[in-house]
């Protein structure tokens, strides 16, 4: 016999017809019969609660033999037998896990050993003086690592800081001006990026790309229809 059983609360409503003193002489007939120990003398109620409890101890005793026989067995050969074609399932799971290790080292050179988390946590990266001008200036301050490739992306393309500042500053204008939804407001990283949506910001003496004025463009740099464009018509003119 093991050194531990198991007791079911399916038992419960023998046990209950029992008084507390027949159940206290039922615990250690179960007790003793679990150790080999000789058992207690029992009335015919207790005897035939412990009849129900028996039967169940010796329904797992066996089942417990027969792991323990289970196991003994594989031990002799050598633990749980292999199936077939194991070995090269094993083999082609290394390959695959060689190839995810060269993928996450391809990774790590790809982000310039740069680790950014959602609060834009960067570590072992230092950011010149006049980036961290334009991201504070940034309405929205997101995958800070990535915008910085941008921003010296545009600088090797010709563009100054000072462009790049203005336009930030522009753009951060008229999201505050149109209460712009965060999310509707571009990533810093997509504003300076190679398609450079922020030479919109560049134009004209404008806070805003000509294409977002209100009035339409007239097809001169930085010019827009007014009632000096439109030689004082607008002065004039009463309505329909």
């Known amino acids: 016999m093991r050194d531990s059983f198991l007791m079911y609360t399916a038992n419960m409503d023998q046990i209950s017809l029992l008084t507390m003193e027949q159940r206290g002489v039922l615990f250690t007939a179960i007790m003793c019969y679990a150790a080999g120990r000789p058992l207690p003398d029992m009335d015919g109620?207790?005897?035939m609660a412990f009849c129900f409890i028996?039967?169940?101890l010796d329904r797992d005793n066996e089942k417990y033999q027969k792991t323990v026989e289970a196991r003994r067995e594989a031990g002799k050969l050598g633990g749980r037998p292999k199936g077939n074609g194991s070995t090269e399932k094993q083999e082609e799971a290394k390959k695959a896990n060689g190839f995810s290790k060269k993928q996450e080292e391809a990774k790590k050179h790809d982000n310039d050993n740069v680790y950014v988390n959602d609060n834009d946590t960067v570590k072992d990266k230092n950011y010149c003086?006049?980036?961290?001008?334009?991201?504070?200036?940034y309405p929205r301050k997101k995958e800070k690592a990535a915008a910085y490739k941008a921003y010296k992306a545009r600088l090797s393309n010709g563009f100054s800081e000072d462009e790049l500042e203005t336009a930030v500053k522009r753009y951060a204008e008229e999201c505050k001006?149109?209460?712009?939804?965060?999310?509707?407001i571009k990533h810093a990283a997509t504003?300076?990026?190679?398609?450079?949506?922020f030479e919109d910001y560049l134009k004209g003496e404008t806070d805003g790309p000509v294409a977002g004025n209100?009035?339409?463009?007239?097809?001169?740099?930085?010019?827009?229809?007014n009632d000096d464009s439109l030689g004082g018509v607008g002065a004039e003119f009463e309505g329909f």
């Open 45 to 47: 109620m207790t005897q």
């Open 54 to 56: 028996k039967a169940q």
């Open 129 to 137: 003086v006049r980036f961290e001008q334009i991201w504070k200036a």
């Open 177 to 184: 001006r149109l209460r712009r939804d965060k999310q509707y």
């Open 191 to 197: 504003f300076l990026g190679p398609n450079t949506p």
């Open 214 to 225: 209100d009035s339409p463009d007239t097809g001169r740099a930085g010019k827009t229809y």
